[in-house]
């Protein structure tokens, strides 16, 4: 079975660049996450995606960041202007669905390692 | 968050021997609880989850308990190998919200 698929896998760039991290999400999931881990945070929530309409963004650090998904297949996570605090590993996360008594746990890609100069 | 990496707590156990990681999670409300096992370059990967309205669960050699008088999670692992050699999260998530929120993650070492 085809997992989440995350491409990069690492990004290296210097800051004021633009960054896009791609994710395509298990096939026949409704519900699609974008998290960050760090040292010092560990995993956090940045966005999540219901039927492709983002549902809660509140995770989302500043206006620099901003996430779409055209379609069922495909979600971006934009990073402009990049800045050196953004370094971190970035996942993406599928589910089969979210809501009341929905136990569906979230099945994570391999992550992108995302290091800002 | 809590901190994770050089500062994660860390259990070291003997080939064999079983392991049990514990959680204290934050949220009386939680509905629903999952264990994760995260390994170096990779993401977390499902492991087993328990609703809150049970006590236990059991998986393949392993086993989450859930005590919500005191906010307590457990993950049991038997016979350790050194493939579990990993970082452990719970994570815990309130339906009203979808917010899947996690723990700060248990170095779990096995000695061979």
């Known amino acids: 079975d085809a997992g989440v698929i995350q491409s990069p896998r690492h990004e290296v760039t210097e800051m004021g660049q633009e960054v896009t991290l791609r994710c395509k999400p298990i096939?026949?999931?409704?519900?699609l996450f974008w998290y960050r881990q760090t040292m010092m945070r560990g995993l956090e929530l940045l966005i999540y995606?219901?039927?492709?309409?983002?549902?809660?963004d509140s995770g989302m650090p500043e206006d620099r960041f901003s996430a779409k998904m055209p379609n069922a297949s495909f979600s971006t996570l934009k990073i402009q202007p990049s800045e050196p605090r953004d370094s971190a590993v970035y996942f993406c996360?599928?589910?089969?669905?979210?809501?009341?008594?929905?136990?569906?746990?979230?099945?994570f890609g391999d992550g992108t390692r995302l290091s800002i100069l | 968050g809590e901190s994770v990496g050089l500062h994660l707590p860390t259990l070291s156990v003997q080939e064999g021997d079983n392991s049990i990681i514990n959680c204290a999670y934050s949220?009386?409300?939680?509905?629903?609880f999952i264990w994760y096992k995260q390994e170096s370059g990779k993401g977390p990967q499902f492991i087993i989850d328990?609703?809150?309205?049970?006590d236990k669960r059991q998986g393949q050699r392993v086993t989450v308990l859930l005590n919500k008088t005191v906010k307590h999670l457990s993950l049991q692992i038997a016979a350790t190998q050194p493939g579990d050699s990993a970082v452990y999260f719970c994570?815990?998530?309130?339906?009203?919200?979808?917010?899947?929120?996690f723990g700060g993650g248990t170095r779990l070492m096995v000695k061979p």
């Open positions: 995606f219901n039927n492709n309409v983002p549902i809660d």
């Open positions: 949220n009386s409300a939680s509905d629903y």
């Open positions: 328990i609703r809150s309205n049970m």
């Open positions: 996360a599928s589910s089969l669905g979210v809501g009341e008594g929905v136990d569906q746990p979230q099945h």
């Open positions: 994570a815990e998530l309130r339906y009203a919200g979808n917010m899947l929120t």
């Open positions: 096939s026949g999931h409704n519900s």
